[in-house]
């Protein structure tokens, strides 16, 4: 439901794909934080999950590097190794965050 109009998948082809993040006024903006609105950094987790259609089920490794904003357009990129499941997350081919899980 907290991820109900928060992005647009705007492509999604084989192993890669992108969003765009709704504006500032979306819930979970105006919940982290008002005055400075960032991505929290599981939701960036949820929100690869639910685009793969898969289920979490350990956080290997949750790197994230750089703040993310409304409006945001981020870039996917994913590889598979059995159950193990990579993702490096792009913004104007900058990295900003790197995630790691096991994957149902």
Not at 51 to 69: C, D, M, R, S, Y
Request: proline residues 5%.
């Amino acid at each position: 439901m907290i991820l109900n109009h928060l992005y647009t998948l705007t492509c999604k082809e084989g192993a890669r794909f992108c969003v765009r993040l709704s504006d500032a006024s979306h819930p979970v903006f105006q919940a982290h934080f008002p005055t400075n609105p960032i991505l929290p950094g599981f939701i960036l987790l949820d929100l690869s999950a639910e685009i793969l259609g898969i289920e979490i089920v350990k956080i290997q490794k949750a790197k994230f590097l750089k703040n993310i904003t409304p409006l945001s357009v981020l870039w996917f990129d994913t590889q598979t190794h059995e159950k193990t499941l990579k993702i490096r997350v792009t913004q104007n081919e900058q990295k900003v965050a790197e995630l790691t899980y096991e994957k149902r």
